[in-house]
């Protein structure tokens, strides 16, 4: 499917406070690949993924998320729209007070007309995509930090979304859960058929999954294209950030 572009960014500026946070960025990601937002810590890394999310306001042709700019988007669509988005925040953040189950329940409660019966054999399904079938009726504080995010991510993909957007999937875990949940996390798109656009900085999740990575700087696009051109190319911060990453 690559060269089919789900997502474009124009020449997209944004500023929150009068504070430039966004600054002339323009790229693109296509179907069915994984597209990876880097850039250091308060690079606008977050902030770009909310513009996409239709949270910030946005010049009409400034973004096109499955042909929509989501700022935009007539009150009628919305539902339809965001059905076919899934979002997996940094902290996971399950509501502490409901099952797993529950809580994978809730937006098809919200979002659809599937009933009692089969909600819990969607809910079900996608735990055991995870690996998380034993969960159903647990809580929350039950889990370890690794199940956590499995389960959110099950949640996020509830809906079987088109597009799914993970801010940090990974952060605070341990090596080797990070490496499980990025193996997840593509099992899941191939099985899916999902995009993926992800931030993140950990550079061993970035090479085991990125077709693309998209680098911000400052606010500014510094590079866009496979690791390895960004590697190979003159681009000092991108090469200095996957060196310090190896030591060097
Ligand atoms: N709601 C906000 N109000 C004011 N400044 C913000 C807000 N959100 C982000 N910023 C600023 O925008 C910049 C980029 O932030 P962010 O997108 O969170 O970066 P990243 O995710 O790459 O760490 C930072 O300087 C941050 O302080
Ligand atoms: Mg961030």
Redesign the pocket.
Known sequence: MAGNEIIKVDRLTAR??N?L??SDVSFHASAGDVTVIL????????????HLLGLYPSDKNAISVLGKNPWHLPQNEEKAFYSRLGVLYQNGALLNSLTVGENLALPLQQHTDIKGGLIEKAVRLKLQMVNMQEAYNKYPSQLSGGMLKRAALARAIIMDPQVLFC??PGAGLDPVSLSALDELILHLQKLLGMTVVM?T?EVPSIMRTADKIVF?RN?KLTFEGTVREGIESGNTYVREFFDRAKGN
């Open positions: 929150i406070d504070q946070i966004l850039g250091s810590s308060g690079s606008g890394k977050t902030t770009l993924l909310k801010d940090e931030v900085h911000l606010g």
